[in-house]
């Protein structure tokens, strides 16, 4: 979830920039990179006024956090505490938006009132939304982020993101509710391009990206609705030549 400001302090450039170098020589998906990664992330903002900061008054509930992995291809699941906001905040065409807090597994800390804690969870408006479309869509974000990654193999000259998404299903309340999780990430959010073939001509990045991977999966798919702030990327589309995999 991408929530606008104008902030330089939150510039896309300047904290992909500031990432890659906190990583050097560690890929930042990797265990270290992502420790190195984390650890700089909660040093930054150890000091930071959390705007969020009345959540830590919300009562704290015990849930199932859900991942995707792509490399095995399965999903695998561990306990996680949050605090989330009865009242969506926003809302796109099919889901609605809730502010939470979730504590880190990373750090050693109960301490809620932290920046880093921030995420969004999304949830359909159909109470009766299908479980299943809740871990197709993850599926298909993680396999997107797949494509990112090869991208940034090719060595283009600006590399891209697409933001990790998991679910939280609250397990103690009675209908067991499922959200989409992502981390809260400040930017003005664009829409690049789209399922039907609008395409914002402002950036090339996004388009090439989408590009690679229509050349680089033999024609076979093609991730397309890229949006997100600079190029780090939330809610794509992957097209598939039989139209099956993805619904």
Known sequence: MVVPTTSPKNNFKQWYQRRVAITAGESPNSPIGRWKLFSAIA????????KWEYLCDLPTERGTRWRYDMKKKIFFSDEVQVKIEKKP???????ECFRMKK?????????????????????Y??????????FDDVKLQMDAKYWAEEYNRAEPPKKIDIMQMMI????EREDKPLFHVESLIEGDYIKYNSNSGYVETCRNTPQAFSHFTFEASGHQCIVVDVQGVGDLYTDPQIHTYDGLEYG
Request: zero cysteines; charged letters at 35%; a negative charge.
């Open 43 to 50: 040093h930054e903002t150890a000091h930071e006024k959390d």
């Open 103 to 123: 504590l880190s597994h990373f750090a050693d800390t109960t301490d809620w009132n932290v920046p880093f804690a921030n995420v969004v969870a999304k949830r």
């Open 125 to 134: 408006f159909k109470d009766d939304e299908d479980r299943k479309t809740y």
């Open 89 to 95: 905040f926003a809302h796109g065409a099919m889901r």
């Open 168 to 171: 939280v299903e609250l397990s």
